[in-house]
């Protein structure tokens, strides 16, 4: 947790450089101390949550993706992995962080790391009976 603290507090005053610079400031994605870093931010596809009274549905939807993952967890399925995710609020931003799949930033053939579900914008979707 002190690494993704302290990576995103890097990250919002400034101090790292994106792995897509050329992008909207927001949609900037970073990589320090192996933790993958981006952004919670309101897109065209946001919603509001109508259950609270939120004013900003990033945060919102950042919640529930926490606690889904911390519902995976909780029931304890044999073999199913996830990501360790935080969120860090600071300075009025909140920034995503995650581990890093194990070669998804020098893999060309992505289709490799997924035993389930989709990587390639659900043209192939992976499942087994």
């Keep these: 947790m002190d690494a993704a603290i302290t990576g995103a507090q890097a990250i919002i005053e400034g101090k790292l450089t994106s792995l897509n610079p050329n992008e909207p400031v927001k949609q900037h994605v970073y990589v320090y101390n192996h933790i993958f870093f981006s952004y919670a931010v309101d897109t065209p596809l946001s919603y509001k949550d109508l259950t609270s009274s939120d ?9 529930h993706d926490i606690k889904g993952l911390q519902m995976l967890q909780g029931i304890d399925v044999p073999e199913l992995h996830h990501l360790a995710t935080c969120l860090v609020d600071f300075k009025g931003s909140r920034m995503i962080c995650q581990s890093i799949i194990p070669g998804i930033l020098n893999n060309s053939d992505l289709s490799s790391l997924a035993e389930y579900g989709t990587v390639d914008d659900k043209k192939t979707i992976v499942a087994s009976e």
């Design 55 to 63: 004013q900003f549905p990033s945060f919102t939807q950042a919640n």
